[in-house]
């Protein structure tokens, strides 16, 4: 069973950092790409970022390029989401994501597994 835990959201200003955790368990991660998607509050979910697992190829969506960095530490299974130039449109809760076989990853629907989210509010 896979399970993904997120960590590190909270309530920033505008032009602050944050940094979010995913811990992986549960799977042989070593194929799989991650991801994080986030969704504002009556919107659909949105892609963020990802990255794949062995190769390392990482993907953004247009609004976070340059500013929002993905990363993984393959030995502790765990997937980072640097987030600097906080703006309050960034205001979601974002969620881990896990896919597990080849493809796309840069839309909510590529991803198979998730994590429960965690808040993220960005103050003006």
């Known amino acids: 069973q896979v399970r993904l835990v997120e960590s590190g959201g909270g309530l920033v200003q505008a032009g602050d950092s944050l940094r979010l955790s995913c811990a992986a368990s549960g799977g042989t991660f070593s194929n799989y790409a991650m991801g994080w998607v986030r969704q504002a509050p009556g919107k659909e979910r949105e892609f963020v970022a990802a990255i794949r697992w062995s190769g390392g190829s990482m993907y953004y969506a247009d609004s976070v390029k340059g500013r929002f960095t993905i990363s993984r530490d393959n030995a502790k299974n765990t997937v980072y989401l640097q987030m600097n130039s906080l703006k309050p449109e960034d205001t979601a809760v974002y969620y881990c994501?896990?896919?597990?076989?080849?493809?796309?990853?840069?839309?909510?629907?590529?991803?198979?597994?998730w994590g429960q989210g965690t808040q993220v509010t960005v103050s003006s």
């Open positions: 994501a896990a896919r597990s076989l080849a493809g796309v990853v840069t839309s909510p629907s590529n991803f198979d597994y």
